[in-house]
């Protein structure tokens, strides 16, 4: 039996997940056996998922035999009954959950390298399930010998070996393991590809399913040129400014489609704004950018927002808080916000107070060097500024209620001595 042990080397810690099945259990008697002496420590992981009256025997089982070999065992019981009473898909929940509890133990257990026992028809399984669910365009088709985890590697030393190889070598050495009955309901997306669709496909002698596995490789190859060109664009085209990321919305709309959904899903991701964005969402977000809209929020969550704004795609924090106005009654330095507000003694005691607010609806001010007033929104929408940008601008409003600033956009140059304006972090 081919079994793939360059995942780790003699001085590591290896933890296996098994499950007591035959593919698990063969792998612990290789590692045990042939392989004992390519790393440092074993452990064993094992999950109690509650849901088959098996369950508590194979549980006890793994118990007896870890004690036996003196191989350090931990369990693990998972409660699923809320999402079994829901009618909901339990496939992913139980693996989402279990692999959470992976991740506690292995940096409990300081441990280097996490093993499962997958294999080349689950492989073969895995990219027939991604093809023809719609997982196949923003990942891998398929699973990888090595991936990094939190902390840890891990690794799939079996993914070369066929279940007919492991059956081979179960049966050679004799290796006790229980047969999950579960396998055998279709009910399971993954149970009836395995169980019935692949058989149909393998029956065609024109037909043969390791095709899948060329086009893994084809689709892997393609996908990383997608990602090395996403990441240029990432480097040449996008501003990260603080809690601001900022791209120019005409280089973006020139990307293919594919491009503009790597490079948003590497900017989420890096930058931890949530799950994955489904494509349907991409795709309705990519006409907006398209479209002659000035400006619109694509999405909102409470910590990000993510908005079309005039010829930029903004991505930025939610952080916005309800400015509170400032009454200035003297000289001083005052922050309101993102800025920073001087008034200097030379201003006129008859100033005061000096009002610093958020914008109100009608808010007008005084042009300069000429007759008329112009309204601050229309200020704005000239000058393009953003929607969170216009809700944190200050306003600097005169005794006499006349508007003497409006951040650093305008000043009244009858104040042009009396008053500066910094945005902070700005020159």
């Not at 790393?39 to 025997?57: D, F, G, I, W």
């Not at 005061?352 to 309204?375: E, M, S, V, W, Y």
Request: charged content about 25%; some cysteine.
């Amino acid at each position: 039996m081919q079994v793939n042990s360059t995942g780790w080397n003699h001085h590591q810690h290896l933890v296996l997940a098994v499950s007591t099945g035959i593919d698990s259990m063969t792998l612990l008697h290789c590692l045990q056996t042939e392989l004992k002496d390519t790393y440092a420590s074993l452990t064993c992981l094992h999950v109690n998922h509650h849901l088959r009256p098996q369950s508590e025997k194979e549980a006890l089982f793994i118990e007896q035999y870890c004690d036996q070999h003196h191989i350090p065992l931990y369990t693990h019981d998972l409660d699923l009954s809320e999402v079994v009473q829901q009618g909901i898909s339990i496939e992913n929940q139980a693996r989402t959950s279990r692999y959470q509890w992976f991740d506690k133990m292995m940096q409990k257990l300081e441990a280097d390298v996490l093993i499962t026992a997958h294999h080349l028809d689950d492989q073969i399984e895995t990219i027939f399930y991604r093809l023809f669910t719609g997982r196949s365009t923003r990942s891998s088709l398929g699973m990888s010998y090595i991936s990094s985890r939190s902390g840890y590697q891990l690794c799939r030393p079996l993914l070369n070996t066929t279940k007919s190889e492991i059956r081979q070598y179960q049966s050679a050495h004799k290796i006790t393991y229980f047969e999950d009955q579960s396998n055998l309901d279709n009910q399971y997306v993954r149970n009836d590809i395995r169980n019935r669709i692949l058989p149909e496909i393998e029956s065609n002698d024109h037909l043969s399913r390791h095709h899948l596995l060329k086009l893994k490789d084809w689709h892997d190859e393609q996908r990383e040129k997608l990602k090395n060109e996403a990441h240029q664009f990432i480097k040449n085209e996008v501003d990260f400014n603080g809690k601001n990321i900022k791209i120019s919305r005409k280089d973006f709309v020139e990307l293919s489609h594919s491009v503009k959904m790597t490079v948003l899903d590497e900017i989420l991701r890096e930058f931890q704004l949530g799950d994955a964005i489904p494509e349907k969402t991409y795709k309705a977000w990519f006409e907006q950018i398209s479209s002659n809209i000035a400006q619109c929020t694509l999405h909102t969550t409470d910590k990000w927002i993510i908005q079309v704004a005039y010829d930029k795609l903004a991505i930025m924090a939610n952080d916005v808080t309800k400015l509170n106005p400032i009454s200035v009654n003297q000289p001083g330095t005052y922050i309101f916000g993102a800025y920073q507000i001087v008034v200097n003694h030379t201003i006129s005691k008859q100033q005061f107070p000096i009002t610093i607010r958020t914008r109100n609806n009608g808010d007008k001010f005084q042009l300069n060097g000429a007759h008329g007033h112009k309204k601050v929104s229309r200020l704005l929408i000239d000058e393009k500024i953003v929607q969170q940008e216009r809700d944190e601008m200050p306003i600097v409003v005169g005794s006499n209620d006349e508007i003497l600033a409006v951040g650093i956009l305008f000043l009244s140059q009858q104040f042009n001595q009396h008053i500066k304006i910094l945005k902070m972090g700005e020159e």
